[in-house]
């Protein structure tokens, strides 16, 4: 079946702008995450949504950034007046339920602020 | 903080030969460890994983090794081919948490 989709893959803005990103989650998969990859870094994770319950937030950098879903299918990650700092690959991954480790990841969003 | 480091950035190894890589961890609550491989311009894809009631998982080529006592665990992939040149990802997480990850190795297979 079709895998974790994201979009845009490249996002070019500047400094100042909003943008917005997409991520379409593995079908039937209940829990979503969204991670952020700063060049030369490691996966940094932002937020984790699963089903219904609260989400986790504990990763998300400042309150320019947010994440919505909607039930168990896309999610959006919204970053506001945007810093070149916030330049990396944004990467969503999904996972069958909770406790359910293996996460599917998408290919990413490549945000690069000027 | 860091809890789970991945100390070589880098690795070259021929074609052929062992590749070993290496992952320190901090937390001793994680029981749950994986390593994702990763190629330009795509997304971390899983690779193999073990539980903290093993101590060796095995799937083909690739063998993860945990060490509890020591807070460590490796990737071997035996034998290396150019195809795994990539960079790799070891994962922590308490289970059913998010997972933590390090900041990656990148290896190079020489053919």
């Known amino acids: 079946g079709a895998g974790v989709s994201q979009s845009p893959s490249n996002k070019v803005t500047e400094k100042g702008k909003d943008v917005e990103l997409r991520c379409d989650p593995i079908s039937g998969h209940t829990a979503l995450y969204w991670y952020r990859q700063r060049l030369g870094q490691g996966l940094e994770f932002l937020i984790y949504?699963?089903?219904?319950?609260?989400?986790?937030k504990s990763g998300l950098p400042s309150d320019r950034f947010s994440a919505e879903r909607t039930g168990e299918s896309v999610s959006t990650l919204t970053i506001q007046r945007t810093q070149q700092e916030d330049s990396a690959v944004y990467l969503c991954a999904s996972s069958r339920e909770r406790g359910a480790d293996t996460q599917y990841f998408g290919p990413g969003t490549r945000l690069t602020v000027l | 903080d860091q809890q789970v480091k991945q100390n070589s950035p880098s690795l070259s190894v021929q074609e052929g030969r062992i590749s070993i890589l290496n992952c320190d961890y901090t937390n001793s609550m994680f029981d749950y460890f994986l390593w994702y491989k990763k190629y330009p311009a795509e997304g971390p894809t899983f690779l193999i994983s073990i539980s903290s009631i093993k101590d060796k998982n095995e799937d083909g080529r690739f063998t993860v090794f945990l060490n509890k006592s020591a807070k460590h665990l490796s990737l071997h992939i035996v034998p290396s081919q150019p195809g795994d040149s990539a960079v790799y990802f070891c994962?922590?997480?308490?289970?059913?948490?998010?997972?933590?990850f390090g900041a990656g190795t990148i290896l190079r297979v020489k053919s």
């Open positions: 994962a922590a997480s308490v289970r059913g948490n998010k997972l933590v």
């Open positions: 949504f699963q089903g219904n319950s609260a989400p986790d």
